[in-house]
């Protein structure tokens, strides 16, 4: 069965499920599904009975697709996302972003939670993704091009909208909370990075470093949506200074940096 098939049965079981067409979508990162008690929930689907859907392996990812109301907006949300680090091919881990847009989506809003290279920035704060690195293994869009979705050789000089930018950071003002901007780059997993790492993705020029969000804004720039994605920082990755990683302590931060996540996912949905 060829992939085209497999993107149009799962869009076709979710539209025979009662989801109409939608225009925005959320993928909500780790420590991130707070957001979903301010949705006017209509519909929810386990993942594991949409076909092709792989079916989410981290324990708090919950795993669920998500139709409903936010801010008065039909909304998509990803209750959980999928990651190369699970034993997923880049293909996999796009494949709903590939569903998406036979639903209608033309706007993304993607969470992550990711630690801070630049050590200007402070655990629980938010970073606005400006642009990204890709150094996972690999592209979604290696291997015969989906002329349906999108060109050959798409265009990447501004992969998250500079609109939608403008908008979050007079969100953040208006909110009276801080938010900064910077480079995301995604890192294989699941280990965590070595200090040598760290040292030489500073070089690099990123400011924050995590394991998902590039692949999907990749085939969301394919298919010609509008993006706009958010980091939520967990932790200092200061290789002078580094500390063992303790998970708890990640999803703590995250929870707390989660109250702004929604008060400017709200917003921008309300607002696109």
């Not at 957001?35 to 993942?47: A, C, F, L, S, W």
């Not at 990683?245 to 999803?251: C, F, S, Y």
Request: glycine share 8%; net charge negative; with cysteine.
């Amino acid at each position: 069965m060829t992939l085209e098939k497999k993107i149009e049965q799962a869009a076709e079981f979710i539209r025979q499920a009662g989801v109409n067409e939608v225009k925005t979508a959320i993928i909500l990162g780790t420590g991130l599904g707070k957001m979903v008690k301010h949705i006017d929930v209509e519909i929810e689907i386990p993942y594991k009975e949409i076909p092709h859907f792989p079916e989410s392996t981290v324990e708090f990812h919950s795993g669920k697709l998500i139709y409903g109301k936010l801010e008065g907006k039909e909304v998509l949300v990803m209750n959980g996302r999928f990651h190369f680090y699970e034993g997923y091919s880049l293909q996999e881990v796009t494949f709903p972003v590939r569903v998406m847009k036979l639903l209608g989506v033309e706007n993304l809003l993607v969470s992550n939670a990711a630690g801070a290279i630049n050590l200007d920035l402070k655990p629980a704060s938010l970073m606005i993704i400006d642009d990204h690195i890709n150094m996972l293994p690999g592209n979604p869009l290696v291997g015969r091009n989906l002329k349906d979705f999108g060109p050959r050789f798409p265009d990447m000089s501004r992969p998250y909208n500079p609109g939608f930018i403008e908008k979050m950071q007079t969100i953040a003002a208006e909110e009276g909370f801080e938010i900064a901007k910077g480079v995301y780059v995604a890192w294989i997993g699941p280990s965590l990075e070595t200090r040598a790492e760290y040292r030489l993705i500073k070089v690099m020029g990123a400011d924050v470093v995590g394991m998902s969000t590039v692949p999907e804004v990749i085939v969301a720039n394919h298919q010609g949506m509008k993006v706009a994605a958010v980091s939520v920082v967990t932790d200092l990755c200061d290789p002078d200074n580094l500390e063992p990683v303790v998970i708890e302590k990640i999803l703590t931060n995250a929870a707390i940096a989660e109250k702004n996540l929604v008060k400017l996912f709200r917003r921008l949905a309300a607002e696109i």
